[in-house]
Protein backbone atom coordinates (compact mmCIF):
# COMPACT_ATOMS: atom_id res chain seq x y z
CA UNK A 1 0.00 0.00 0.00
CA UNK A 2 1.56 3.35 -0.88
CA UNK A 3 0.32 7.02 -2.31
CA UNK A 4 1.52 6.94 -5.80
CA UNK A 5 3.25 11.06 -6.04
CA UNK A 6 6.51 11.58 -7.22
CA UNK A 7 9.95 10.52 -6.01
CA UNK A 8 12.45 12.82 -4.77
CA UNK A 9 14.84 11.93 -7.80
CA UNK A 10 12.33 12.93 -10.39
CA UNK A 11 11.06 16.13 -7.92
CA UNK A 12 14.97 17.16 -7.97
CA UNK A 13 15.34 16.38 -11.75
CA UNK A 14 12.83 18.49 -12.92
CA UNK A 15 12.34 22.24 -13.94
CA UNK A 16 10.60 24.55 -11.79
CA UNK A 17 7.91 24.86 -14.42
CA UNK A 18 7.35 21.47 -14.74
CA UNK A 19 7.53 20.72 -11.24
CA UNK A 20 4.33 23.55 -10.86
CA UNK A 21 2.37 21.95 -14.10
CA UNK A 22 2.48 18.93 -12.14
CA UNK A 23 1.14 19.52 -8.54
CA UNK A 24 -1.26 22.23 -10.64
CA UNK A 25 -2.50 18.94 -12.39
CA UNK A 26 -2.25 16.95 -9.05
CA UNK A 27 -4.80 19.61 -7.42
CA UNK A 28 -7.08 19.36 -10.26
CA UNK A 29 -7.47 15.78 -9.80
CA UNK A 30 -8.54 16.02 -6.32
CA UNK A 31 -11.62 17.73 -7.74
CA UNK A 32 -12.05 16.40 -11.73
CA UNK A 33 -14.33 14.25 -13.30
CA UNK A 34 -13.94 11.52 -14.68
CA UNK A 35 -13.35 12.70 -18.10
CA UNK A 36 -11.43 16.03 -16.91
CA UNK A 37 -8.71 13.28 -15.02
CA UNK A 38 -8.21 11.19 -17.90
CA UNK A 39 -7.20 14.10 -19.81
CA UNK A 40 -4.34 14.41 -17.34
CA UNK A 41 -0.99 12.96 -17.70
CA UNK A 42 -1.54 9.48 -15.39
CA UNK A 43 1.81 10.14 -12.96
CA UNK A 44 0.01 13.77 -12.09
CA UNK A 45 -3.44 12.23 -10.78
CA UNK A 46 -3.49 11.81 -6.93
CA UNK A 47 -4.67 7.98 -5.85
CA UNK A 48 -4.47 6.99 -3.18
CA UNK A 49 -3.55 3.04 -3.36
CA UNK A 50 -1.05 1.42 -5.25
CA UNK A 51 -2.54 -1.90 -5.94
CA UNK A 52 0.63 -4.14 -5.98
CA UNK A 53 0.30 -7.55 -4.96
CA UNK A 54 4.04 -7.85 -4.66
CA UNK A 55 4.47 -11.76 -4.76
CA UNK A 56 2.11 -12.53 -7.04
CA UNK A 57 3.60 -10.40 -9.73
CA UNK A 58 6.78 -11.11 -8.64
CA UNK A 59 6.75 -14.78 -9.22
CA UNK A 60 4.39 -14.57 -12.26
CA UNK A 61 6.71 -12.20 -14.30
CA UNK A 62 9.51 -14.68 -13.20
CA UNK A 63 7.59 -17.59 -14.48
CA UNK A 64 6.37 -15.77 -17.87
CA UNK A 65 9.60 -14.36 -19.12
CA UNK A 66 10.57 -15.85 -22.47
CA UNK A 67 7.17 -17.46 -22.80
CA UNK A 68 3.54 -16.92 -24.68
CA UNK A 69 1.49 -15.04 -22.54
CA UNK A 70 -2.34 -14.73 -22.93
CA UNK A 71 -3.77 -11.04 -21.52
CA UNK A 72 -7.48 -12.24 -21.31
CA UNK A 73 -10.17 -8.62 -20.83
CA UNK A 74 -7.05 -6.44 -21.82
CA UNK A 75 -8.39 -3.35 -21.93
CA UNK A 76 -7.26 -0.39 -24.13
CA UNK A 77 -3.77 -0.36 -24.68
CA UNK A 78 -2.89 2.07 -21.59
CA UNK A 79 -4.02 -0.87 -19.52
CA UNK A 80 -1.32 -3.41 -21.10
CA UNK A 81 2.07 -2.18 -19.35
CA UNK A 82 2.06 -3.92 -16.77
CA UNK A 83 1.18 -7.48 -19.02
CA UNK A 84 3.63 -6.45 -21.68
CA UNK A 85 5.95 -5.11 -19.37
CA UNK A 86 6.36 -8.92 -18.10
CA UNK A 87 9.14 -9.70 -20.33
CA UNK A 88 6.82 -12.92 -22.74
CA UNK A 89 8.63 -13.20 -25.96
CA UNK A 90 4.82 -13.30 -27.28
CA UNK A 91 2.21 -11.20 -26.08
CA UNK A 92 -1.68 -11.57 -27.21
CA UNK A 93 -4.08 -9.03 -25.97
CA UNK A 94 -7.80 -10.46 -26.27
CA UNK A 95 -10.95 -8.58 -25.81
CA UNK A 96 -14.46 -8.33 -26.91
CA UNK A 97 -14.58 -4.93 -27.80
CA UNK A 98 -12.84 -3.62 -30.91
CA UNK A 99 -12.45 -0.35 -30.50
CA UNK A 100 -9.44 -1.90 -27.23
CA UNK A 101 -7.64 -2.60 -30.42
CA UNK A 102 -6.83 -6.10 -28.95
CA UNK A 103 -4.74 -8.44 -30.61
CA UNK A 104 -7.76 -10.93 -30.83
CA UNK A 105 -11.16 -9.99 -30.67
CA UNK A 106 -13.08 -12.95 -28.90
CA UNK A 107 -15.38 -14.04 -26.03
CA UNK A 108 -13.31 -15.24 -23.47
CA UNK A 109 -16.06 -18.19 -22.61
CA UNK A 110 -14.91 -19.80 -26.01
CA UNK A 111 -11.18 -18.61 -26.36
CA UNK A 112 -9.82 -18.80 -29.82
CA UNK A 113 -6.57 -20.90 -29.31
CA UNK A 114 -5.69 -24.29 -29.49
CA UNK A 115 -5.30 -26.61 -26.78
CA UNK A 116 -2.00 -25.95 -24.62
CA UNK A 117 -0.91 -22.86 -26.92
CA UNK A 118 0.10 -20.62 -24.02
CA UNK A 119 2.32 -20.54 -21.03
CA UNK A 120 1.03 -17.58 -18.64
CA UNK A 121 -2.32 -16.06 -18.46
CA UNK A 122 -3.93 -12.49 -17.11
CA UNK A 123 -6.51 -12.09 -15.88
CA UNK A 124 -7.08 -8.67 -13.94
CA UNK A 125 -10.87 -7.61 -12.82
CA UNK A 126 -12.21 -9.40 -15.39
CA UNK A 127 -14.27 -12.94 -13.75
CA UNK A 128 -16.79 -10.43 -11.85
CA UNK A 129 -18.24 -9.05 -15.40
CA UNK A 130 -18.58 -12.97 -16.65
CA UNK A 131 -21.98 -14.75 -15.64
CA UNK A 132 -20.47 -18.38 -16.04
CA UNK A 133 -16.29 -17.77 -14.13
CA UNK A 134 -15.93 -21.33 -14.22
CA UNK A 135 -16.12 -22.06 -17.97
CA UNK A 136 -14.02 -19.41 -18.55
CA UNK A 137 -11.67 -21.38 -15.59
CA UNK A 138 -12.05 -24.15 -17.79
CA UNK A 139 -10.89 -22.68 -21.16
CA UNK A 140 -7.86 -21.22 -19.51
CA UNK A 141 -7.32 -24.79 -17.89
CA UNK A 142 -7.62 -25.74 -21.69
CA UNK A 143 -5.38 -23.64 -23.54
CA UNK A 144 -2.46 -23.18 -21.09
CA UNK A 145 0.94 -25.66 -21.57
CA UNK A 146 1.24 -28.11 -18.14
CA UNK A 147 3.56 -25.92 -16.01
CA UNK A 148 2.23 -22.66 -16.75
CA UNK A 149 0.73 -20.37 -15.02
CA UNK A 150 -2.28 -17.81 -14.40
CA UNK A 151 -2.52 -14.26 -12.51
CA UNK A 152 -5.97 -13.77 -11.64
CA UNK A 153 -7.38 -10.60 -10.00
CA UNK A 154 -11.21 -9.85 -8.88
CA UNK A 155 -12.75 -7.54 -6.44
CA UNK A 156 -14.34 -8.31 -2.97
CA UNK A 157 -14.60 -4.68 -2.17
CA UNK A 158 -16.38 -2.62 -5.03
CA UNK A 159 -18.90 -0.67 -5.92
CA UNK A 160 -21.09 -2.04 -9.02
CA UNK A 161 -18.78 -1.21 -12.43
CA UNK A 162 -20.44 -2.28 -15.92
CA UNK A 163 -17.75 -3.15 -18.29
CA UNK A 164 -20.45 -4.44 -19.80
CA UNK A 165 -21.88 -6.17 -16.76
CA UNK A 166 -21.42 -6.85 -13.34
CA UNK A 167 -22.20 -9.82 -11.40
CA UNK A 168 -20.06 -11.13 -8.76
CA UNK A 169 -17.75 -10.72 -6.08
CA UNK A 170 -15.28 -13.40 -4.99
CA UNK A 171 -13.83 -14.29 -1.32
CA UNK A 172 -10.28 -16.06 -1.32
CA UNK A 173 -11.68 -19.54 -0.07
CA UNK A 174 -13.87 -19.22 -2.98
CA UNK A 175 -11.42 -18.29 -5.58
CA UNK A 176 -9.23 -20.90 -4.65
CA UNK A 177 -11.66 -23.39 -4.65
CA UNK A 178 -13.03 -22.20 -8.21
CA UNK A 179 -8.88 -23.18 -9.47
CA UNK A 180 -8.69 -25.87 -7.66
CA UNK A 181 -11.68 -27.91 -8.75
CA UNK A 182 -10.84 -26.98 -12.43
CA UNK A 183 -7.53 -29.06 -11.98
CA UNK A 184 -5.11 -26.35 -11.02
CA UNK A 185 -2.79 -25.76 -8.16
CA UNK A 186 -2.89 -22.68 -6.39
CA UNK A 187 0.39 -22.09 -4.88
CA UNK A 188 0.31 -17.74 -3.98
CA UNK A 189 -2.73 -16.36 -3.14
CA UNK A 190 -2.97 -12.49 -1.71
CA UNK A 191 -5.20 -10.40 0.10
CA UNK A 192 -2.94 -8.47 2.46
CA UNK A 193 -2.01 -5.69 0.28
CA UNK A 194 -5.37 -4.29 -0.03
CA UNK A 195 -6.37 -5.31 3.47
CA UNK A 196 -7.74 -2.92 6.15
CA UNK A 197 -11.05 -1.25 7.55
CA UNK A 198 -9.34 2.25 6.66
CA UNK A 199 -7.58 1.38 3.71
CA UNK A 200 -10.80 0.22 2.62
CA UNK A 201 -13.03 3.20 3.75
CA UNK A 202 -10.16 5.33 1.85
CA UNK A 203 -10.42 3.36 -1.15
CA UNK A 204 -14.89 3.49 -1.17
CA UNK A 205 -14.40 7.28 -0.82
CA UNK A 206 -12.28 7.53 -3.53
CA UNK A 207 -14.27 5.34 -6.25
CA UNK A 208 -17.77 6.86 -4.71
CA UNK A 209 -16.22 10.78 -5.12
CA UNK A 210 -16.80 10.17 -9.54
CA UNK A 211 -20.62 10.09 -8.91
CA UNK A 212 -20.49 13.48 -7.73
CA UNK A 213 -21.62 15.67 -10.16
CA UNK A 214 -20.14 19.46 -8.26
CA UNK A 215 -16.36 19.68 -8.29
CA UNK A 216 -16.58 20.10 -4.09
CA UNK A 217 -18.17 17.46 -2.91
CA UNK A 218 -15.23 15.14 -5.03
CA UNK A 219 -12.25 17.55 -3.93
CA UNK A 220 -14.23 16.98 0.18
CA UNK A 221 -14.73 13.40 -0.46
CA UNK A 222 -10.91 12.93 -2.17
CA UNK A 223 -9.38 15.27 0.46
CA UNK A 224 -11.63 12.62 3.47
CA UNK A 225 -9.93 9.72 1.37
CA UNK A 226 -6.45 10.92 2.34
CA UNK A 227 -7.09 11.43 6.15
CA UNK A 228 -8.20 7.85 5.81
CA UNK A 229 -5.54 6.43 4.24
CA UNK A 230 -3.25 8.07 6.65
CA UNK A 231 -5.17 6.56 9.72
CA UNK A 232 -4.43 3.02 7.47
CA UNK A 233 -1.15 3.06 7.85
CA UNK A 234 -1.21 3.99 12.02
CA UNK A 235 -3.80 1.88 12.81
CA UNK A 236 -4.50 -1.36 10.37
CA UNK A 237 -1.35 -2.67 11.05
CA UNK A 238 -2.26 -3.63 14.61
CA UNK A 239 -4.85 -6.64 13.94
CA UNK A 240 -4.27 -9.70 15.00
CA UNK A 241 -2.28 -12.01 13.57
CA UNK A 242 -4.33 -14.41 10.77
CA UNK A 243 -6.78 -12.18 10.90
CA UNK A 244 -8.63 -11.59 7.53
CA UNK A 245 -11.11 -9.26 7.71
CA UNK A 246 -11.99 -7.00 4.66
CA UNK A 247 -10.02 -6.80 1.92
CA UNK A 248 -10.40 -4.95 -1.88
CA UNK A 249 -9.31 -7.59 -3.69
CA UNK A 250 -7.66 -10.80 -3.62
CA UNK A 251 -5.41 -12.20 -6.22
CA UNK A 252 -4.01 -16.02 -6.57
CA UNK A 253 -1.06 -17.38 -9.08
CA UNK A 254 -2.71 -20.60 -10.53
CA UNK A 255 -0.82 -23.06 -11.75
CA UNK A 256 -1.12 -26.01 -14.23
CA UNK A 257 0.17 -29.01 -12.99
CA UNK A 258 3.61 -30.20 -15.22
CA UNK A 259 2.98 -33.51 -15.07
CA UNK A 260 -0.96 -33.39 -16.54
CA UNK A 261 -1.54 -35.33 -18.90
CA UNK A 262 0.97 -38.05 -18.34
CA UNK A 263 0.37 -41.55 -17.26
Same mark, same amino acid.
Given at each position: ?????????????????????? @???????????????NLLPKKDRFYPW?????????????????????????????????????????????????????????????????????????????????????????????????? !????????????????????????????????????????????????????????????????????? @?????????????????????????????????????????????? !?
Amino acid at each position: MSVITPSLSTLCSESPVTMTLR @WLNKFRSLYASVDENNLLPKKDRFYPWSGAAHNVDREFVVRCRGKVLLDLGCGPPETRVAARDAGASQYVGLDFLIENRPDAVASIDHLCLRDESVDGINCISVLEHVYHPREIIAEMFRVMRPG !GCARVQVPFLLGYHDFPDDYFRYTHSALRRMFEEAGFRVPLLETDWSKGTYLNAAITLQHGSWSFIQPR @WRFVTRVLAFILLWLSAKIDKYYAPGHVGIYHAVIVLAEKPANQGQ !G
